[in-house]
Nanobody, 124 residues
Framework: QVQLVESGGGLVQAGGSLRLSCVVSGGTFSSYAMGWFRQAPGKDREFVAAITWSGDGKYYATAVKGRFTISRDDDKKTVSLQMNVLKPEDTAVYLC????WGLGSRVGDEYDYWGQGTQVTVSS
């Protein structure tokens, strides 16, 4: 059974930084593409960032490009999201997801496994 557990969320002032982590247990982490999505109250889930199984491909939503960085550590079975210059509109529950195909899709429905999410709140 594949399980994903996110951590690192919290309350931060605008302009601040947070680092989210997602630890994966079960399955074959090194073969998964990993993605981060977010969902704000009353809004649809949206793509944030993804990384291919090899780590060579990294993809970002326009809204976060240049501010967020996704990375992976296969030894620790962990994917991280470094978030800098946070804005109030970044406030959301951030969810980690794993994709068996390994290609790093922007489409949430293509992911096979999901974590429960971690809350990020950015105050103005």
């Amino acid at each position: 059974q594949v399980q994903l557990v996110e951590s690192g969320g919290g309350l931060v002032q605008a302009g601040g930084s947070l680092r989210l982590s997602c630890v994966v247990s079960g399955g074959t982490f090194s073969s998964y593409a990993m993605g981060w999505f977010r969902q704000a109250p009353g809004k649809d889930r949206e793509f944030v960032a993804a990384i291919t199984w090899s780590g060579d491909g990294k993809y970002y939503a326009t809204a976060v490009k240049g501010r967020f960085t996704i990375s992976r550590d296969d030894d620790k079975k962990t994917v991280s999201l470094q978030m800098n210059v946070l804005k109030p509109e970044d406030t959301a529950v951030y969810l980690c997801a794993a994709d068996d195909w390994g290609l790093g899709s922007r489409v949430g429905d293509e992911y096979d496994y999901w974590g429960q999410g971690t809350q990020v709140t950015v105050s103005s």
